[in-house]
T-cell receptor, first 113, second 111 residues
Framework: NAGVTQTPKFQVLKTGQSMTLQCAQD?????MSWYRQDPGMGLRLIHY???????DQGEVPNGYNVSRSTTEDFPLRLLSAAPSQTSVYFC????????????FGDGTRLSIL | EDQVTQSPEALRLQEGESSSLNCSYT??????LFWYRQDPGKGPEFLFT???AGEEKEKERLKATLTKKESFLHITAPKPEDSATYLC????????????FGTGTKLQVIP
């Protein structure tokens, strides 16, 4: 099993460009989340989904959109990239509930010039 | 405001030199405390879940404990392959999204 697969692994964008970060899972987990990780800061939740068709905002949602049309996929869209969005982005899945561990992908390293 | 603080930020140990990492928290409605290991260029990997004060979990050279205000990750006789960043996270009541991560402790074990 692949677990949680994120693509691309690296990306460089220019300010104002848009792009989609892909996340796919084969664990049949209902819960999926997007985090960003910045130096000196803990992982911060961007958006999350508790099932297909259901999404909601996390702590730092501005500038990002998500959708969840299937259980397996949870793409993250940057609408108009800004240098402040330079970060490492992680997708995570869980069987659900706030007392269940999360399973993370290996991240997308994104630089905005 | 819910806060999670990990200390030290970085720790350098000789192989075989035991030590502890700390995760202190000031939160309301703790549902669980999680420890993760993160290797460079990788996503966090789940290690332990602790739910109530007094609980302990062990895995190889690692032992996690929980009190009402903090958690410790004890590393006994570490090996170079234990070098990684260790993250703690607290899950709170109020929904799946109520999770706060610490900034991590970067552990280096020298042969």
């Amino acid at each position: 099993n692949a677990g949680v697969t994120q693509t691309p692994k690296f990306q460089v964008l220019k300010t104002g460009q848009s792009m989609t970060l892909q996340c796919a899972q084969d664990m049949n987990h209902e819960y999926m989340s997007w985090y960003r990780q910045d130096p000196g800061m803990g992982l911060r939740l961007i958006h999350y989904s508790v099932g297909a068709g259901i999404t909601d905002q996390g702590e730092v949602p501005n500038g990002y959109n998500v959708s969840r049309s299937t259980t397996e996929d949870f793409p993250l869209r940057l609408l108009s990239a800004a240098p402040s969005q330079t970060s490492v982005y992680f997708c995570a899945t869980s069987t659900g509930g706030s007392n269940q561990p999360q399973h993370f992908g290996d991240g997308t390293r994104l630089s905005i010039l | 405001e819910d806060q999670v603080t990990q200390s030290p930020e970085a720790l350098r140990l000789q192989e075989g030199e035991s030590s502890s990492l700390n995760c202190s928290y000031t939160v309301s409605g703790l549902r669980g405390l999680f420890w993760y290991r993160q290797d460079p260029g990788k996503g966090p990997e789940f290690l332990f879940t602790l739910y109530s004060a007094g609980e302990e979990k062990e895995k190889e050279r690692l032992k996690a404990t929980l009190t009402k205000k903090e958690s410790f990750l004890h590393i006994t006789a570490p090996k170079p392959e234990d070098s990684a960043t260790y993250l703690c996270a607290v899950h709170l009541s109020g929904g799946y999204q109520k999770v706060t991560f610490g900034t991590g402790t970067k552990l280096q074990v020298i042969p």
